[in-house]
């Protein structure tokens, strides 16, 4: 059994930021690739950064520049920095590992949702 559990979300103003934690547990083979996407009320889910080996990272055109994704290999925790966040950004925020367990089964494994509100 794996779980991803999520933390950090919540309500800041524009030009604000926020860090979005997300731990994975259980067992847990190897990790292969993470991700962040989100899903704002209305829209589909949409990528957000992803970290498909050490040295690549990738990013929507959106939110290039000011949002970082990394990776502590150690705690098996993905975080998201978010900077000079805008009300689009607002959405709930979905992290995503690509993993192997420990029965050798290798699939997708998400998040339980976080909820990122930029308002004033």
């Known amino acids: 059994q794996v779980q991803l559990v999520e933390s950090g979300g919540g309500l800041v103003q524009p030009g604000g930021s926020l860090r979005l934690s997300c731990a994975a547990s259980g067992s847990i083979f190897s990790i292969n690739a993470m991700a962040w996407y989100r899903q704002a009320p209305g829209k589909q889910r949409e990528l957000v950064a992803h970290r498909p080996s050490p040295a690549t990272t990738n990013y929507a055109d959106s939110v290039r520049g000011r949002f970082t994704i990394s990776m502590d290999n150690a705690r098996n925790t993905v975080y998201l920095q978010m900077n000079s966040l805008k009300p689009e950004d607002t959405a709930v925020y979905y992290c995503?590992?690509?993993?192997?367990?420990?029965?050798?089964?290798?699939?997708?494994?998400w998040g339980q949702g976080i909820q990122v509100t930029v308002s004033s």
């Open positions: 995503n590992f690509k993993m192997r367990n420990t029965s050798l089964y290798f699939g997708d494994y």
